[in-house]
Each structure stands twice: as C-alpha cells, then as structure tokens.
C-alpha cells in the first residue's frame, strides 16, 4: 500500500481579553458515578498548553499531544464557544494525533466533529484540511471508495478559496496521486501527480524542494 503523505500539524494564535480566572465545570467519574466539579483556569494558559501540544506533536510525543488537546477542548469550548472556530482547531489537532497513533476510528470522529462546525461557519480552507485528515484516515483503513470523494470536495474547496492555499493543495494532489496508484488507476495517478508537478514549478521554480515528503 502507498504511504499517504504526512498531515500538516496546525496551530493558531488567539487573543485573549478576560484575564481573570474563568470557572470551569468538569465532570469526574468515579467508581460508576459522575460528580460535578468546578476548577478555575485563566484563558490566557490556552496558547502556552496549545504550543505544548504542538510541540509534542512535532517531536512525535503523540500520546503526550493527544493529552494536552484533550485538556484544550474544555477550555476552548468555555472561552470560545462550543460552535467557535478555536474548539474546531482544536478538534482536528486532536484527530490528527489519533491518525498518527494508528487510531482511526477515534480520529474520523474528532474529524467528523471538527468538519460540522467548519460547515456551520463556512471555513472553506479549514473544511479542505479536515476532509484531507478524514480521507487520510479512511485510506489507511483500505476504505479507498469512501476516502476519494473525500479528497475531491478537499482539493475543491482548496481551488475556490480567493487566495492560493499551495502548501494545503500539494497535499491532496498528491494523495490522489497515491490513492489512485493504490487502487492501480494508473491514469488518474499520473494525472494528480503531473498536475502537483506543475504546481510545484509554477510556484517554486525548477529544482526546488517540494513542500511535502512522503511517509
């Protein structure tokens, strides 16, 4: 099977207004039960948790990574709002640590949450890289019918947005590229790829290096 390529690790920068403690209500569960608790944070530990994330993420510390955006989530949804941008950003970091743990039906499911809020704001680019992530995951489950349609609408929306996303649109040229040599339609492969080639020297040069390696 062809490797798909490596997801790009996504971060943002958020500035932050309230600088006294927020409450936060958490529950526990204990022994069968779920107990209702309150702790305080301050909204500005979300960008210094969120560059740890990354970071671990970077290093390929996933199950660190993974634990930090789960801290995150809770956070993001109290400060930002449950439908905000931020938790989908959040969401879709948490995704890819899953995918790069091998546990993909964890990560479509983060996806999945991520893409429904992305849709309800109508972030075309943020839509476009959580259906790559989502594809991404349904190739390396063998799913290749289900992942196509999926990098399509990605590289759709990729190519609608009024400033070029390049960096985001190699990536899902090239893994059409991959699955379609996967699933031996050696033609369409060609196709994506010659098209990333292209794209590569339109907006790079010759001899330069592409934006994006194999894993």
């Known amino acids: 099977m062809c ?6 690790i996504r971060g943002f920068m958020m500035k932050l207004s309230l600088r006294m403690p927020v409450l ?3 529950f526990l569960f204990t022994s069968g039960f779920v107990v209702a608790t309150e702790i305080a944070f301050d909204p500005q530990e ?15 510390d996933y199950r660190q990574a993974a634990r930090l955006y789960q801290q995150l989530l809770p956070m993001v949804a109290q400060h930002f709002g449950e439908q905000s941008r931020e938790r989908a950003l959040i969401l ?8 790069s743990l091998r546990q993909y039906l964890q990560a479509e499911e983060y996806y999945q949450a991520a893409l429904v809020i992305l849709q309800a704001i109508a972030d075309g680019r943020g839509q476009a890289i959580v259906l790559n992530g989502l594809a991404a995951s349904l190739y390396l489950r063998r799913q290749y019918g289900k992942a196509e349609p999926l990098f399509k609408q990605a590289l759709e929306l990729l190519e609608q947005l009024p400033a070029p996303d390049v960096q985001n ?15 031996r339609r050696n033609n369409l492969a060609e196709e994506y790829q010659s098209r990333a080639n292209l794209l590569r020297q339109v907006t790079q040069g010759p001899g330069q290096p592409a ?3 194999s894993r």
Request: charged content about 15%.
């Open 211 to 213: 934006d994006s390696q």
């Open 24 to 26: 936060l209500l958490v």
């Open 169 to 183: 649109r190699l990536l899902v040229l090239d893994n059409l590229a991959s699955l379609y040599k996967t699933i």
């Open 46 to 60: 979300i960008p210094p948790l969120n560059e740890r994330a990354l970071l671990a993420h970077q290093q390929g």
């Open 3 to 8: 490797a798909v390529l490596s997801l790009v």
């Open 92 to 99: 879709s970091s948490l995704a890819d640590t899953q995918l």
